[in-house]
């Protein structure tokens, strides 16, 4: 039985269940049948006895010599006609005036009397000359009150058993009824736990929950379960952490809309839509998400079923990130590398062409400026910030922007001390804002781009400006992921509106605030706490703040 499946195991519990039960409240019925067919005869009896006790016929006979004589043939024709096994009237000493057998006139009445004699009307069941009986008896009383007589009146227990005996079949159809009723909704109960359990029995229901449930809170990809209005009904261990939730409670859903997640996620699990590789960006995080529906029977959403939900699945896709930052990084010294190198071999070719026309003084002259335009841009850099990645990219950039024709003016206003904060992200925050920067103004009169670096109280200060066409949907939705300035053939595409959002990120996680406005092109304000004790810098002025 325990390989039987749940809904069969169900099926014959529920019937045993229904025949047990049919069979106790078959038995009470009898029970109850039994006694009111006792009842009914022995109530039946007494009104027989007390209509003769109360009949001037009987008051009259008594009073004759032989009372027998009248009363015989008036006892045995009620008797006939009423089917009463026998109606005896007899003496206050117990001698019998009438009988069923006629031999039994004059004998000794057997059966309880005292109540009689005392004027009362009784019933009971007694053995007497006729077996087992149902009887009553009734006192006849005179015009003082006297008890002159009684008059016993019975039916055998064999007639109440038939009687009783007459009911069986309304008993036994309404026993069969219940039987079936039972039977045929446990079949119909057990039809629909079959479809729930896909036919599982109990055993395998039990090891297959201990494998899921040790599956869920095993993989290292986080796994988030949804009903259809969007609430978790269950997610993992890794999408707790990896979505700053607290640990799941079986059995109660939590709304997605109520949960701290970005807008994009919550969109996401509230819709139910499918979701094939996209990215999400977190305070903290970048999470490539796949999200299917949960169609009974393993089917699609295209085979017509009913989902039952959403299953979302999250990788996180920081760490990669963080590595391709640093690619990006290391592209762009490359880059400035070659950019440079590009730019001292057609200097150098300018100088020794001035040579051979014999123009050293002008060949000394354009050497010497050249030399200290660089040596000033690096030694600026190096003396402001203590950051060796920051100076290497700025140097970077700047070559990378004369490259492209662009001019690039860098400003840092004193000393600042950035060891309390992390370069990588440092790195991220300024080099995509630059590289917006850089693709904004390529396409502008102007073609320049600004980078301010300044100690403000305890934060540090970083504004990147542009000579673009600024931002057409300045705010938000800048730094929402997908979101680019580039055409639109190629925005959202890949690699692109990735920057913003990483630029977000970064900033979020240095604790930092960040706003955007358009000022003769678009302008991005950063302020950093410099103090690793501070975690609200103070409030920026002007723009959209993030």
């Known amino acids: 039985m325990r390989k039987w499946s749940l809904a069969r195991q169900f099926f014959a519990g529920q019937l045993v269940f229904v025949l047990a039960l049919t069979a106790a409240i078959s038995w009470v019925l009898y029970l109850d049948a039994e006694q009111n067919t006792y009842e009914t005869s022995a109530d039946r009896m007494l009104a027989i006895a007390t209509t003769f006790a109360d009949d001037p ?38 001698t019998r005036f009438t009988h069923r057998n006629p031999e039994e006139i004059g004998s000794r009445y057997i059966g309880s009397v005292e109540q009689a004699l005392a004027g009362r009307s009784h019933t009971e069941t007694f053995s007497g000359t006729l077996g087992p009986s149902v009887r009553a008896i009734m006192p006849v009383t005179d015009g003082d009150g006297e008890v002159v007589a009684m008059v016993a009146a019975g039916v055998t227990v064999d007639t109440v058993t038939i009687a009783r005996n007459a009911q069986l079949p309304l008993l036994f159809l309404i026993a069969a009824g219940a039987v079936t009723a039972g039977a045929a909704v446990s079949f119909l109960l057990s039809r629909h736990l079959r479809r729930a359990t896909l036919g599982l029995g109990t055993d395998q229901l039990s090891h297959m929950f201990v494998f899921y449930d040790s599956v869920l809170h095993s993989v290292r990809e986080g796994l988030v379960l949804t009903n259809p209005r969007g609430e978790l009904v269950l997610y993992n261990d890794q999408a707790a952490h990896l979505l700053g939730l607290p640990p799941a409670r079986a059995g109660q859903p939590t ?11 919550v969109e996401l699990l509230t819709t139910g839509r499918q979701a094939i590789d996209e990215f999400h960006v977190t305070t903290d ?26 299953v979302t699945t999250l990788r996180d896709h920081t760490e990669i990130e963080s590595l391709t930052g640093e690619l990006q990084t290391m592209r762009t010294l490359t880059d400035a590398l070659r950019a440079q190198t590009h730019e001292h071999a057609n200097r150098l070719h300018t100088i020794v062409s001035l040579i051979e026309l014999d123009r050293r003084a002008e060949a000394l002259d354009f050497a010497t400026r050249d030399l200290t ?47 309390h904060l992390d370069p990588s992200a440092l790195v991220t925050i300024i080099g995509n804002l630059l590289d917006n920067a850089f693709d904004a103004a390529a396409d502008s009169l102007g073609r320049k781009v600004s980078l301010t670096l300044e100690r403000r109280g305890d934060n540090l200060e970083l504004a990147v400006r542009d000579s673009g066409s600024g931002l057409t949907a300045a705010g938000t939705d800048a730094f929402t992921l997908g979101f680019s300035t580039k055409e639109t053939e190629v925005a959202g595409g890949p690699g692109r509106g990735l920057g913003l959002a990483l630029v977000r990120q970064a900033v979020q996680r240095l604790g930092g605030a960040i706003s955007v406005a358009n000022d003769d092109g678009a302008r991005f304000t950063v302020l950093l706490p410099l103090d690793p004790t501070t975690t609200s810098p103070t409030p920026l002025p002007g723009g959209t703040h993030v």
């Open 285 to 310: 995080r970048i999470l490539v998400v796949n999200q299917e529906a949960a169609v009974p029977g393993g089917g699609t959403r295209a085979s017509g079923a009913k989902p039952l939900g959403t």
């Open 373 to 419: 335009h660089s040596q000033q841009l690096t030694d600026d850099v190096l003396g402001a910030i203590d950051e060796p990645f920051i100076t290497a990219l700025l140097v970077g950039k700047s070559a990378q922007a004369n490259e492209r024709g662009i001019e690039l003016a860098i400003a840092v206003d004193g000393s600042i001390e950035t060891s």
């Open 57 to 94: 016929f009987v008051s009259a006979s008594l009073e004759l010599a032989d009372p027998s004589a009248a009363l015989q043939p008036y006892a045995i024709e009620v008797m006939d006609d009423l089917g009463v096994d026998f109606i005896t009237i007899m003496a206050p000493d117990r």
């Open 255 to 265: 709304a997605a809309a109520g949960l701290d997640l970005p807008p994009s996620l």
